[in-house]
């Protein structure tokens, strides 16, 4: 198994440029979940999705930022505009929750990550 | 808002010294998970305990979920440079299973030879 995709590994971009992260969930898993890692904040959840509908987006942190999922095997992430304190490693993650592939305990499956700089 | 806090933040050890971090939760929980993140990589799942006070080993790792199920502990035995890394210890945010996870902030573990 591949395991969760993420892309770009790397970005660097300056203050009001788009960015757009995407991720490839592991196959046959139904829940996809978008991590920010600060040092300052730690691990926060930004948003959910469960079959491909966004179900929890509340820390997302404001309009700015947007996710979607339009298949259960592709989600992206976009950052319009970014500013320099969106600069943090995105994490993409997923699980299967119920039916034929889910799994075992629930635990989450990172992607590696995608490290943002905003200058 | 529901919070996970671990203690301490960093750890320092001598290789073959002990290692414990501790979770506490603000609210009970259904389950907690570890999570291991090495220097530069991603969280990778270690172990989920499910019941109260139960207690489950992984070679040098002991893990730990309290009779209240709100707190829950790791340590190591005689650590090695391998066990350099954060640890992480989550709890499911708010009370449906919908594989949500709350983080807390992570024991930072460095290890000298």
């Known amino acids: 198994d591949a395991g969760v995709i993420q892309s770009p590994r790397h970005e660097v971009t300056e203050m009001g440029q788009e960015v757009t992260l995407r991720c490839k969930p592991i196959?046959?898993?139904?829940?996809l979940f978008w991590y920010r890692q600060t040092m300052m904040r730690g691990l926060e959840l930004l948003i959910y999705?469960?079959?491909?509908?966004?179900?929890?987006d509340s820390g997302m942190p404001e309009d700015r930022f947007s996710a979607k999922m339009p298949n259960a095997s592709f989600s992206t992430l976009k950052i319009q505009p970014s500013e320099p304190r969106d600069s943090a490693v995105y994490f993409c993650?997923?699980?299967?929750?119920?039916?034929?592939?889910?799994?075992?305990?629930?635990?989450?499956?990172f992607g590696e990550g995608s490290r943002l700089t905003v200058l | 808002g529901q919070q996970v806090m671990q203690i301490p933040q960093y750890q320092h050890v001598q290789e073959g010294e002990d290692f414990t971090t501790y979770c506490n939760s603000s609210?009970?929980?259904?389950?907690i998970q570890w999570y291991k993140q090495r220097p530069g990589g991603h969280p990778v799942f270690l172990i989920q305990?499910?019941?109260?006070?139960e207690v489950k080993k992984q070679k040098r790792l002991t893990f730990q979920f309290g009779e209240a199920k709100k707190n829950s502990s790791l340590h190591i035995t005689a650590t090695q440079t391998t066990d350099v890394g954060t640890y992480f210890c989550?709890?499911?945010?708010?009370?449906?299973?919908?594989?949500?996870?709350?983080f807390g902030q992570g024991t930072t573990l460095q290890v000298k030879p």
């Open positions: 305990l499910v019941k109260s006070g």
């Open positions: 989550a709890g499911p945010k708010g009370s449906s299973n919908t594989g949500k996870l709350i």
């Open positions: 609210t009970t929980l259904s389950n």
């Open positions: 993650a997923s699980t299967a929750q119920g039916g034929r592939h889910k799994t075992r305990t629930g635990e989450l499956f």
């Open positions: 999705f469960n079959n491909n509908v966004p179900i929890d």
């Open positions: 196959s046959g898993h139904n829940s």
